[in-house]
């Protein structure tokens, strides 16, 4: 059984950065990838970014890029999410999930999700 907890979410003012991170325990991780991914109310998942366990190979959603940094503890089976220069449109619950490599940027390709995480930017 595979399980994924995110934690560091929170309330922050715009301009501000926080860290995600996602403890995964259960069953290898190796010759798969982790994605984050978030939905903000009355919007679909959208795909955040991604990163594989072994070689830690990262691809962003374009718009994210430069401000969203992914990373890996592999040793603490835990991802990270570093996210800069927040933005109110970046307030969204946050969910790591595991998929298939190479990263795909389809939710539906995700077999194992966490609960999510709430980040929240004032203005």
């Known amino acids: 059984q595979v399980q994924l907890v995110e934690s560091g979410g929170g309330l922050v003012q715009a301009g501000g950065s926080l860290r995600l991170s996602c403890a995964a325990s259960?069953?290898?991780?190796?010759?798969?990838?982790m994605g984050w991914f978030r939905q903000a109310p009355g919007k679909e998942r959208e795909f955040v970014a991604g990163i594989t366990w072994n070689r830690g190979v990262t691809v962003y959603a374009d718009s994210l890029k430069g401000r969203f940094s992914i990373s890996r503890d592999n040793a603490k089976n835990t991802v990270f999410l570093q996210m800069n220069s927040l933005k109110p449109e970046d307030t969204a619950v946050y969910y790591c999930?595991?998929?298939?490599?190479?990263?795909?940027?389809?939710?539906?390709?995700?077999?194992?999700w966490g609960q999510g995480t709430q980040v929240t930017v004032s203005s």
């Open positions: 259960g069953r290898t991780f190796t010759g798969y990838a």
């Open positions: 999930a595991r998929g298939p490599i190479p990263v795909s940027r389809l939710a539906g390709r995700y077999d194992y």
